[in-house]
């Protein structure tokens, strides 16, 4: 009914990844209830949620549903933790072995397996904390598959400058957050405020590879030369930060001065 659908409850709580999987071994946690899809998830994209975990980057908030007292079902998330319980495990669901495949960051660990990580990874593994909202178990059924619907539908996944953003945290990514409110540059955009999903950011960031690239050495795909660029200077001076804003400013400046709303149209 409307009433019991008002009266949901949700409860959220953090848990570390080690406290979840010891749940799922005691068979509290139940990755496989009836709405869900079959683990579909190939090892690359598997490998990649591992590697945010090793680089600490926060996981989407899971949902899980309670059925009997201390027992949960996965509503949302259930890719997600089928990856992180295999990996520790060492296997997939099929019985194959999981060793990492693809990582850009941690390269070096390609083709290891949980057990093959120094231990102080396996510790920041295992110590990463997932935010997760259980569903109260006086909710009807019917209510937890749409919340299951709902939650599906909207899913929005990160896109290269918000993952890059997450990866590569330091000056250059400060600067680049600090440059998107640049009063010429949203003059230039027709914008009150940055955009939300750093598009402007990533154009920013191609000014910058551009200006340091010699035209021979744009060969690369621009996915792959962007990340590049802000990974080999994400470490910079104070002081190269300052000089690179104030040249960004002077562009755009001069863009808006010379071209005014014609500008980029």
């Not at 621009?222 to 990974?231: D, F, P, S, V």
């Not at 104030?246 to 980029?264: K, M, N, P, Q």
Request: proline share 5%.
């Amino acid at each position: 009914s409307s009433d019991s659908q008002r009266n949901l409850q949700i409860q959220k709580a953090d848990f570390t990844v080690n406290s979840i999987i010891d749940k799922i071994n005691r068979g509290k946690v139940n990755l496989r209830p009836s709405y869900q899809r079959e683990y579909v998830w190939t090892v690359k994209t598997a490998s990649k949620l591992v590697e945010s975990l090793m680089l600490n980057i926060p996981i989407p908030t899971m949902f899980f549903h309670e059925v009997n007292s201390g027992c949960l079902e996965v509503v949302d998330g259930k890719q997600r933790l089928t990856s992180i319980w295999s990996f520790t495990k060492g296997k997939f669901p099929d019985g194959t072995p999981f060793k990492l495949k693809g990582l850009d960051v941690f390269g070096e660990y390609n083709d290891c397996s949980f057990s093959e990580l120094p231990g102080d990874l396996q510790e920041r593994i295992l110590d990463h904390p997932l935010n997760v909202h259980t569903i109260g178990k006086q909710s009807q059924p019917d209510f937890v598959f749409e919340v299951f619907e709902r939650l599906n539908m909207g899913a929005t996944q990160l896109n290269e400058q918000e993952l890059r953003n997450c990866i590569y945290q330091g000056l250059y990514t400060d600067m680049l957050c600090d440059l998107a409110s640049d009063e010429h540059l949203l003059s230039v955009y027709r914008s009150k405020q940055p955009h939300l999903r750093m598009k402007d950011r990533e154009l920013i960031l191609r000014f910058f590879a551009m200006q340091r690239t010699k035209p021979q050495g744009m060969t690369s795909p621009i996915k792959a030369w962007l990340n590049e660029e802000i990974r080999e200077n994400k470490d910079m001076t104070p002081q190269e930060a300052g000089e690179m804003k104030e040249l960004f400013a002077e562009t755009i400046g001069l863009v808006w001065e010379v071209f005014g709303e014609c500008a980029f149209r």
